[in-house]
């Protein structure tokens, strides 16, 4: 049985940093490109950052450039989102993803999903 568990959100201000974790269980880890999604209130499931199966060459979305930076340990089974320098629209609920074959941007491409992890950022 394939688990996607997220942990490390929570309540943050503005500026702050956060940490997300992702333990995949029930896959072979390295062999599964991974990505971060994020989902505020009322708003479509939008990518966030997406990191190859060697962890080589990751990719950010723009709204988030210079900010996060996505990461993983193999040999942990375990994705990562750092999140620096954040913003009340950073706001919302973090998915992280696995899918077999290159990583991708479009969440219809994914075939796993975490429960989800709330991240709030207040002003």
């Known amino acids: 049985q394939v688990q996607l568990v997220e942990s490390g959100g929570g309540l943050v201000q503005a500026g702050g940093s956060l940490r997300l974790s992702c333990a995949a269980s029930g896959i072979t880890f390295s062999g599964y490109a991974m990505a971060w999604f994020r989902q505020a209130p009322g708003k479509e499931r939008d990518f966030v950052a997406a990191?190859?199966?060697?962890?080589?060459?990751?990719y950010h979305a723009d709204s988030v450039k210079g900010r996060f930076t996505i990461s993983r340990d193999n040999a942990k089974n375990t994705v990562y989102l750092q999140m620096n320098s954040l913003k009340p629209e950073d706001t919302a609920v973090y998915f992280c993803a696995a899918r077999t074959g290159t990583y991708s941007d479009r969440r219809y491409n994914y075939n796993y999903w975490g429960q989800g992890t709330q991240v709030t950022v207040s002003s």
């Open positions: 990191i190859p199966r060697g962890g080589v060459n990751a």
